[in-house]
């Protein structure tokens, strides 16, 4: 059965074919399990009510589901911008972050229009691997306090620091001891467990349920009967209770530029961790391609409602896109009905919501952040030389001792003078060869304007009236005002009497092209797929 419009020529162009449909449904289903339990935990996680995340989620895939340049990616709260939202409102109060993240969203919107998108991809390696790591430690000390049903730290070092008196909380069981601290470790630990055995172990016909949906349905059930006294998920009636349009004089503050500095910072790290996202799931399927700049579009159209509204920004999110793609999903839709799947629940039984212990909620957040702490990545990137790990522990320190939008920018400028330190990495010096008795003119490198200078002081080296044999063999790379300055030289010489033995061909095949190298950005993706 399908549903279709008619052409000029009596055919039908099918819109939506049923075995699609029927498919989609089944995987935003899937989708749909995978989001709530996460939407709520990077809610409290942020530092806000569980509804503000689910809200996010159910924009995530009604609205930016349907406009999006990647159709099978799933938007909705993040993990990675909890670490900006808490700072957000830490600087500039909670009644500014609506309007932080709607000057975000429109950022993302203009963006889209002047095409940048595939430049939000053009960031180092090095860079987004310590942007991940950093997020994944202040994610996991911070939720380490919610597990154990204490109250994060006001910033990423303070919980760092008192991490050891948070775990001595969750151990002490004596009469001095509070109970709750120890019972809640007790069921984010289970938690844990049950997420990690199940994804290990499940039998092949239950793995399209979500282990997270698996370990938080698990610790609520156990709660629930043994009446554990620890903190649950609290929910109103009224989901919608938490929309909290801008008033006058907070569209005044969009004036101030130190709000549109963190709207800038805000909309740069969420369209890098998007669009690095849907470059996976593009790696996960066999479909169409992903748009950039209208996924890009999308984005900033998803987050100017949240801010709106005064809910949690998004981003694509590779746990949830992946969940969806591995279910099944082959058009938009699933992505569609997992926002409505959201709305339907959280609607209608909110008093299920309430049984999930708070406990488990940050376990999953303790275990994501962990899974972002990828230790194999660092090992990968030593073959690429010392220079990128400098970039990425610079990037991960700043990260956790000042916030995230710093550390970014110093991993950045880093890598841009890494960048300018290797284009000047010219190496030229004279050699005689004992056997033939000539003079050896060796260059290898990459000869630039930049390392002009360098290449133009041995050149005036070179002895008069003598026989040089020109060695281009490491030379990776020369431009258009080296390969100049070489053939004004070798005239130059040439007129003086010596002799200059050159590659001119090889010289010119090195002016106009430029080695392909591997696109290191692969591994960035592999850590969110694991995130």
Not at 45 to 65: D, K, R, Y
Not at 277 to 293: C, E, I
Not at 397 to 418: E, F, R, S
């Given at each position: 059965?399908?549903?279709?419009?008619?052409?000029?020529?009596?055919?039908?162009?099918?819109?939506?074919?049923?075995?699609?449909?029927?498919?989609?449904?089944?995987?935003?289903?899937?989708?749909?399990?995978?989001?709530?339990?996460?939407?709520?935990?990077?809610?409290?996680?942020?530092?806000?009510?569980?509804?503000?995340?689910?809200?996010?989620?159910?924009?995530?895939?009604?609205?930016?589901?349907?406009?999006?340049?990647?159709?099978?990616?799933?938007?909705?709260?993040?993990?990675?911008?909890?670490?900006?939202?808490?700072?957000?409102?830490?600087?500039?109060?909670?009644?500014?972050?609506?309007?932080?993240?709607?000057?975000?969203?429109?950022?993302?919107?203009?963006?889209?229009?002047?095409?940048?998108?595939?430049?939000?991809?053009?960031?180092?390696?090095?860079?987004?691997?310590?942007?991940?790591?950093?997020?994944?430690?202040?994610?996991?000390?911070?939720?380490?306090?919610?597990?154990?049903?204490?109250?994060?730290?006001?910033?990423?070092?303070?919980?760092?620091?008192?991490?050891?008196?948070?775990?001595?909380?969750?151990?002490?069981?004596?009469?001095?001891?509070?109970?709750?601290?120890?019972?809640?470790?007790?069921?984010?630990?289970?938690?844990?467990?049950?997420?990690?055995?199940?994804?290990?172990?499940?039998?092949?016909?239950?793995?399209?349920?979500?282990?997270?949906?698996?370990?938080?349905?698990?610790?609520?059930?156990?709660?629930?009967?043994?009446?554990?006294?620890?903190?649950?998920?609290?929910?109103?009636?009224?989901?919608?209770?938490?929309?909290?349009?801008?008033?006058?004089?907070?569209?005044?503050?969009?004036?101030?530029?130190?709000?549109?500095?963190?709207?800038?910072?805000?909309?740069?790290?969420?369209?890098?961790?998007?669009?690095?996202?849907?470059?996976?799931?593009?790696?996960?399927?066999?479909?169409?391609?992903?748009?950039?700049?209208?996924?890009?579009?999308?984005?900033?159209?998803?987050?100017?409602?949240?801010?709106?509204?005064?809910?949690?920004?998004m981003t694509g999110v590779i746990v949830r896109s992946a969940s969806n793609v591995q279910a099944g999903a082959r058009t938009r839709l699933a992505t569609m009905f997992h926002g409505f799947w959201l709305l339907l629940f959280v609607s209608q039984l909110p008093f299920i919501l309430r049984l999930i212990p708070t406990a488990s909620l940050g376990a999953v957040l303790v275990y994501t952040g962990y899974k972002l702490m990828n230790v194999k990545a660092v090992k990968e990137m030593k073959a690429y030389g010392r220079g990128e790990i400098w970039i990425y522990c610079a990037t991960v320190t700043t990260i956790v001792t000042t916030n995230l939008l710093i550390g970014v920018l110093l991993g950045i400028g880093l890598a841009v003078a890494k960048l300018l330190y290797t284009t000047q990495s010219l190496d030229t010096y004279y050699w005689h060869d004992p056997k033939t008795g000539k003079l050896n003119l060796e260059i290898s490198g990459i000869a630039t304007f930049l390392s002009l200078p360098r290449l133009a002081k041995t050149l005036e080296q070179a002895p008069p009236f003598a026989d040089i044999s020109v060695r281009i063999d490491g030379l990776r790379h020369i431009d258009h005002a080296c390969l100049n300055l070489l053939e004004s030289w070798e005239k130059l010489h040439l007129g003086t009497g010596g002799k200059v033995r050159m590659d001119r061909t090889g010289l010119q095949n090195l002016s106009r092209h430029v080695d392909n190298t591997k696109n290191e950005s692969d591994d960035s993706i592999e850590q969110l797929k694991a995130g």
């Amino acid at each position: 059965m399908e549903s279709g419009v008619s052409t000029q020529i009596g055919r039908r162009i099918p819109l939506v074919r049923f075995s699609d449909l029927r498919q989609d449904v089944l995987a935003s289903i899937v989708t749909f399990l995978v989001a709530l339990p996460l939407c709520m935990g990077i809610a409290i996680a942020s530092g806000e009510p569980p509804a503000s995340g689910i809200l996010t989620g159910i924009i995530g895939g009604l609205v930016v589901g349907w406009i999006a340049g990647c159709p099978l990616q799933v938007s909705g709260p993040a993990a990675g911008l909890t670490v900006i939202v808490v700072d957000l409102v830490q600087t500039h109060g909670r009644e500014h972050l609506g309007i932080i993240i709607l000057l975000a969203g429109a950022i993302q919107i203009g963006a889209a229009w002047l095409q940048l998108g595939h430049w939000f991809r053009a960031v180092s390696p090095a860079v987004i691997h310590g942007m991940l790591a950093g997020i994944g430690v202040l994610i996991f000390v911070s939720q380490f306090h919610v597990m154990i049903d204490d109250t994060p730290k006001g910033s990423g070092l303070a919980n760092l620091v008192t991490l050891p008196e948070a775990l001595w909380k969750s151990i002490l069981t004596g009469n001095d001891a509070d109970t709750s601290h120890h019972e809640a470790a007790r069921i984010g630990l289970l938690t844990i467990g049950i997420i990690i055995l199940w994804t290990k172990f499940a039998p092949r016909r239950l793995r399209l349920i979500p282990p997270v949906l698996v370990g938080v349905m698990c610790a609520a059930i156990l709660a629930t009967l043994r009446e554990v006294p620890i903190s649950h998920v609290s929910v109103q009636d009224n989901l919608f209770w938490v929309i909290n349009f801008p008033s006058a004089g907070d569209l005044s503050h969009m004036l101030d530029t130190s709000i549109w500095a963190e709207a800038l910072g805000l909309a740069f790290i969420a369209s890098v961790e998007t669009l690095l996202s849907a470059t996976a799931v593009d790696q996960l399927h066999v479909g169409p391609r992903t748009k950039y700049n209208r996924e890009l579009f999308g984005q900033g159209i998803g987050n100017s409602l949240c801010g709106l509204i005064g809910v949690l920004p998004m981003t694509g999110v590779i746990v949830r896109s992946a969940s969806n793609v591995q279910a099944g999903a082959r058009t938009r839709l699933a992505t569609m009905f997992h926002g409505f799947w959201l709305l339907l629940f959280v609607s209608q039984l909110p008093f299920i919501l309430r049984l999930i212990p708070t406990a488990s909620l940050g376990a999953v957040l303790v275990y994501t952040g962990y899974k972002l702490m990828n230790v194999k990545a660092v090992k990968e990137m030593k073959a690429y030389g010392r220079g990128e790990i400098w970039i990425y522990c610079a990037t991960v320190t700043t990260i956790v001792t000042t916030n995230l939008l710093i550390g970014v920018l110093l991993g950045i400028g880093l890598a841009v003078a890494k960048l300018l330190y290797t284009t000047q990495s010219l190496d030229t010096y004279y050699w005689h060869d004992p056997k033939t008795g000539k003079l050896n003119l060796e260059i290898s490198g990459i000869a630039t304007f930049l390392s002009l200078p360098r290449l133009a002081k041995t050149l005036e080296q070179a002895p008069p009236f003598a026989d040089i044999s020109v060695r281009i063999d490491g030379l990776r790379h020369i431009d258009h005002a080296c390969l100049n300055l070489l053939e004004s030289w070798e005239k130059l010489h040439l007129g003086t009497g010596g002799k200059v033995r050159m590659d001119r061909t090889g010289l010119q095949n090195l002016s106009r092209h430029v080695d392909n190298t591997k696109n290191e950005s692969d591994d960035s993706i592999e850590q969110l797929k694991a995130g």
